[in-house]
């Protein structure tokens, strides 16, 4: 009789697949990526494989399902941090602070993999529709209750605001893939200031003062 697989065992199996597939699509993008190469990358035979994942398809479908319950309990997490202002770093440091982290290279450009696919991949690009308009969702929350309180322009369209924030991160995203040798850090202060009202000196302050 063969020994019960836990799931525990398969979780375990199935994140190993799609890290190393990770690596994969980052190196050679998800067209010129063979399951050979996932195979090799994972040290798993194909027939290992195969028991998780019937297709590269269905790995890259999981992979941007992975992405997206990762992106809505780092949000989530900070959304408990209740008070605006602690959100909003708590989320700099999770997404935009975060890119600057050599192990997140592979994902970064797998992430913009994901975003290229969605466009001729109808599957990809209805989860993908889904993940974003989940993050909306939240921000637009966040961004309400926070003008409610006063802390935020009541004229700003809180969806609006939520889909800023969305493309913010993209953008870094992109340059970040692109020119892996930025520095993430002066472009977050901007961020910041941007979003803590600060970017904009007061009515009247001489500019040369510190």
């Not at 696919?117 to 109808?122: A, P």
Request: proline share 4%; net charge negative; hydrophobic share 40%.
């Amino acid at each position: 009789m063969a020994p019960k697989v836990t799931e525990a065992h398969v979780e375990a199996r199935r994140e190993q697949i799609l890290e190393a597939a990770t690596a994969c699509f980052s190196r050679k993008g998800f067209h010129q990526t063979t399951m050979q190469d996932i195979c090799e990358a994972a040290q798993l035979s194909p027939g290992a494989v195969y028991t998780y994942f019937p297709s590269k398809e269905s790995i890259i479908t999981a992979a941007c399902v992975a992405n997206q319950q990762q992106t809505f309990q780092l949000i989530d997490s900070a959304l408990q941090q209740g008070e605006t202002q602690a959100v909003f770093t708590q989320l700099a440091d999770a997404f935009l602070f975060a890119l600057a982290q050599p192990e997140t290279a592979a994902q970064l450009r797998t992430n913009v993999e994901l975003w290229a696919e969605g466009l001729r991949n109808t599957e990809v690009d209805a989860l993908m529709s889904e993940g974003d308009a989940g993050v909306r969702a939240r921000f637009a929350e966040l961004v309400a209750q926070a003008q409610e309180r006063g802390e935020i322009n009541p004229e700003l369209d809180a969806e609006a605001v939520g889909r800023t924030m969305i493309v913010v991160y993209t953008g870094l995203v992109l340059q970040k893939a692109r020119e892996p040798g930025m520095d993430v850090g002066p472009y977050v202060q901007v961020v910041l200031a941007l979003y803590g009202g600060r970017f904009w000196h007061q009515p009247g302050r001489n500019l040369n003062k510190r």
